[in-house]
Every structure is written in C-alpha cells, then in structure tokens.
C-alpha cells in the first residue's frame, strides 16, 4: 500500500516538475535577446548560444532578466 502511495507521489511530482520547467523555458524563450537558445532538459533548462558566458558576465540586464523568469 506505501509502495503504490509512494509511486503515485513521485509521479505527481515528476510531472509538477516537467510542467514548471516547460513554463520557465516558454517564459525564457519570450523574453530572452535573439541568439539564446532555451532547451528543456530531464534536470532543468538549459540556455545556449555563441558567446553566451560571456553576454552574461557582461550583461546586467541579462542576469537580471534571467533571473526574474526563475522565480
């Protein structure tokens, strides 16, 4: 009985987890610069794109909005 109760838990919360990482991407892909490239992963999003280490060390505005999007 724990074990199916512990099974469907982990299945809500696999799916709780799919459906908010699809929103931040969605978000992302609506407010980040062209050039940036969002990729949902199993573990989170990824974001790429030429020179992207660099953009984000020099881009304020670039941390700021990335950060907004994850709350």
């Given amino acids: 009985m724990f074990e ?17 990482r699809d ?3 969605e978000r992302l892909r609506q407010t ?3 050039g940036i490239e969002v990729d949902v ?3 989170g999003v ?3 794109g030429r020179m992207l280490a ?4 020099l881009d304020a505005g670039l941390r ?3 950060g907004e999007q994850l709350r």
């Fill in 64 to 66: 700021w909005l990335i």
């Fill in 41 to 43: 992963e199993n573990e």
């Fill in 32 to 34: 980040l610069p062209r």
């Fill in 4 to 20: 199916r109760l512990t099974e469907h838990a982990g299945d809500i919360a696999e799916r709780r987890a799919q459906s908010r």
């Fill in 46 to 48: 990824r974001l790429g």
């Fill in 23 to 25: 929103e931040v991407a």
């Fill in 54 to 57: 660099r953009r984000f060390g």
